[in-house]
């Protein structure tokens, strides 16, 4: 891994942890030239599940992109990122049921099933 301060590419891990229900590892790690310590977190990549668009294109399904438009819902709320990633993490797991293909409008009723649940001003916002 390399050191966010000095780019060096010797470092060591000092802490291992299961974090997000055992759905990642979060590591504290120490740079052995500059002595920065930084943390990184270690996921499981779905690769298998495939999202199917409206105009019928499918694309490989991005986490990231389900975090960042619910952040974007959830802006200036006072909503902790925890919560949302455990949200995106429940979403997962119910489409992830369903099969391998899932369409972005299923998406988005799972979403706001969440949302509703959460914030409902982050659930006009999204809808």
Known sequence: MRCPKC?????KVIDSRQ??????????????????????????E???LR???????HEPFDRRKLVNSLA????????GLVLLEQAVDDVIHEIET???EVTSAQIGTHVMAKLRDIDEVAYLRFA
Do not use: M, N, P, Q
Request: net charge positive; with cysteine; proline share 0%.
């Open 98 to 100: 369903g099969g391998r």
């Open 46 to 48: 779905r690769t298998d």
């Open 51 to 57: 999202v199917i668009k409206r105009d019928r294109s």
């Open 72 to 79: 974007k819902a959830c802006e200036k709320r006072s909503i």
């Open 19 to 44: 974090s997000r229900e055992g759905l990642s590892i979060r590591r504290r790690r120490e740079c052995l030239k500059c002595a920065y310590r930084y943390t990184t977190y270690e996921e499981i």
């Open 7 to 11: 780019g060096s590419r010797d470092d």
